[in-house]
């Protein structure tokens, strides 16, 4: 007799992070070698593989994208009120790197095609306090630098934060590298992780020497291992703001496998927006045991972003809030089974017929 099969009910977790399965053979080449973490080995092969998507950029590896707004920032040199133009829909690092600074954020809300930053309000945001812009590319799709940079000031320097853009391109430029400065996330819930990690782009040369010192918690060392100078020095602020050979290691494999892990993902979306977008809707929706998550609660609501800047809009209108509110993210992530997006598909569909 045959047997009814039962419906799959295990939980589809929001995200898996991504192992390529050659983690493990980078790390036990670490350990045999532990010279590796003095001479920077896998910091120095990850940084010449990134070399050749981002050929004009010059990039430090940092712990996280987080580090890399707060090194971009500290490069400014921000005074007490001065002014840092940002959305309001976008992660805390975003603001911290701000506030930490002494300086005020200034949140604008976002355009609800894109989830971007509004432009038309850009205008407004500026004063004669401002001294930057941080666009957020989100989740990949590009903020129109372009028509930013006609908008603004030449001296009003743009850091990109590209968190959840690596690989990611608008017209052949990747993202992250139109700025003065970019900063791009390895964190353990995007594409390609290594745990905690992130790096800066440094695409203006004029900060360069700077961004050395600073990242080499406010040393001359760079200058010291490219065989300029017989010691190093206290030569200005900064902060342990470098990648661990670990993590590194870790982000070597993964970046070799960059372009298989980024298609792979591509290709699980196209299945999700192919089944799903002849009943996208508005509705509250609930998944049995699979977790579908939010994302984040704007800034300039939060006590905190309160208390310290403010937020420009249209008049009556707050399309941050709004789409705060609306959004739902789906299980997305490198090893996710056609199964268990089915799984996914098909209970979105059953509460829509219900
Ligand atoms: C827009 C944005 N910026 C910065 C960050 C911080 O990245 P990390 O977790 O690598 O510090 C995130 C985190 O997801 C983010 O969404």
Redesign the pocket.
């Known amino acids: 007799m045959r047997s009814k099969q039962q419906p799959n009910t295990s939980h589809i977790p929001f995200n898996r992070p991504t192992i390529t399965g050659y983690e493990q053979q980078m790390m036990n080449d670490l350990y045999q070698n532990p010279g590796y973490f003095r001479d920077r080995h896998f910091h120095k092969l990850c940084g010449e593989l990134l070399k050749t998507w981002y050929r004009n950029s010059n990039i430090f590896l940092t712990t996280?994208?987080?580090?890399?707004?707060e090194l971009a920032v500290e490069l400014l040199q921000l005074q007490k009120d001065d002014e840092v133009i940002l959305p309001s829909f976008?992660?805390v690092?975003?603001a911290n790197a701000v506030v930490n600074c002494g300086a005020r954020p200034v949140f604008v809300d976002i355009d609800p095609a894109s989830f971007n930053m509004d432009l038309s309000l850009l205008q407004d945001a500026i004063t004669d306090r401002t001294k930057a812009i941080i666009p957020?590319h989100?989740s990949g799709i590009s903020c129109d630098i372009d028509r930013m940079r006609k908008i603004i000031r030449n001296d009003i320097p743009i850091i990109e934060?590209a968190?959840?853009s690596f690989l990611a391109e608008h017209h052949d430029q990747k993202l992250g590298t139109m700025g003065e400065l970019g900063?791009i996330?390895?964190?353990y819930?995007?594409n390609v992780s290594c745990g905690?990690?992130?790096m800066l782009l440094v695409n203006d040369s004029s900060c360069l020497a700077q961004a050395e010192i600073a990242y080499e918690i406010g040393t001359d060392k760079a200058k010291f291992l490219r065989g300029e100078k017989d010691f190093f020095e206290w030569a200005g602020a900064g902060s342990k703001y470098a990648l661990s050979e670990l993590n590194a290691a870790h982000l070597y494999a993964q970046l070799q496998w960059a372009q298989d892990i980024t298609q792979k993902r591509l290709e699980a979306w196209h299945y999700y927006l192919n089944n799903l977008s002849p009943i996208a809707e508005e509705h509250n929706l609930q998944l049995q045991n699979i977790e579908a998550t939010f994302h984040?609660i704007p800034l300039h609501n939060s006590t905190y972003g309160q208390q310290t800047g403010r937020f420009i809009h249209h008049r009556g209108q707050d399309n941050t809030q709004n789409i705060s509110q609306r959004m739902i993210r789906l299980p997305l992530f490198h090893g996710i089974t056609r199964e268990e997006q089915d799984r996914v598909i098909e209970s979105i569909k059953s509460f829509y017929t219900k």
Do not use: I, M, N
């Not at 996280?64 to 707004?69: F, K, R, V």
């Open positions: 996280s994208c987080t580090h890399a707004l976008t992660y690092s975003t957020v989100y934060d968190a959840h900063c996330s390895f964190d819930t995007k905690h990690g992130g984040y």
